[in-house]
């Protein structure tokens, strides 16, 4: 018995698999076709989703069937709800012939995005700020705060905040989401220099004076 591996790249892919192996008494038979599959499969529609789909057909050979070792009614069978990555599946029938392949689903991409989070540099002061970078031009942005102050709502790069937890859902125009949520902490009281201390740091998505939980 061979395997074949499919990789599932884009949208929708529908296809017909035909190598089979049988058992000697399947091969003198000679009354039915081939056992094959045929399989649609859909990826994952965002990063870490697990919206995925394959649906496996059988046809020819000799009922009843089973995948992956569990006998099925009918010739049908559905894998839902998958998240990206690779998928064996074995059908065989009565008469032991069988056939295999994996499927491997691709998810897209994840979306980058860089931060440079600034503390508030007197204590009750509210001159913090968020500093995004995202490499996908058609988002929108979508921000919430649950002790903090001074968000504008939709716009992309923050400032004058308090000290404070800031969270924000960026939506793609496909409809994906993704979160962030960062802490805009504040000088101790009685200290501070008039300014933002620290040097921001955009390899991490943090600056050294704040932070950025991804």
């Known amino acids: 018995m061979k395997t074949k591996q499919i990789f599932i790249a884009l949208g929708l ?28 499969a859909g990826n994952p529609s965002c990063y ?3 919206d995925g789909s394959i649906v ?15 006998e099925i009614g009918g010739s049908q069978v559905i894998f839902s ?14 008469l032991l012939s069988s056939s295999e392949v994996q499927v491997i689903l691709i998810s897209p991409l994840q979306l ?7 503390n508030v540099s007197v204590f009750g002061g509210n001159n913090g700020a968020i500093d995004l970078t995202v490499n996908n031009q058609s ?3 979508s921000w919430m705060t649950p002790d903090g102050s001074g968000l ?8 004058g905040l308090s000290a404070g937890t800031y969270a924000v859902t960026i939506t793609q125009v496909d ?10 902490d504040q000088a101790p009281q009685g200290f501070g220099t008039g300014g933002p201390n620290g040097n921001p740091n955009i390899n991490g998505a943090s600056g050294s004076n704040g932070s950025a939980i991804f």
């Open 13 to 40: 892919v529908a296809f017909t698999f035909l190598n089979s192996v049988y058992s000697s008494s399947a091969q003198s038979s000679g009354t039915k076709l081939p056992l094959s599959l045929q399989l649609a």
């Open 48 to 50: 870490a989703s697990n």
């Open 56 to 70: 496996v057909d059988i046809l020819g050979g000799y009922p009843p069937y089973w995948v992956n070792g569990i």
């Open 81 to 94: 709800n998958l998240s990206a990555g690779p998928y064996s599946i074995y059908v065989s029938d009565t």
């Open 112 to 118: 980058d995005v860089q931060a440079v989070v600034s």
């Open 139 to 141: 988002v929108s942005y």
């Open 152 to 159: 504008v709502e939709n716009l992309e790069d923050q400032s």
């Open 175 to 184: 409809g994906c989401q993704t979160m962030k949520r960062f802490t805009v």
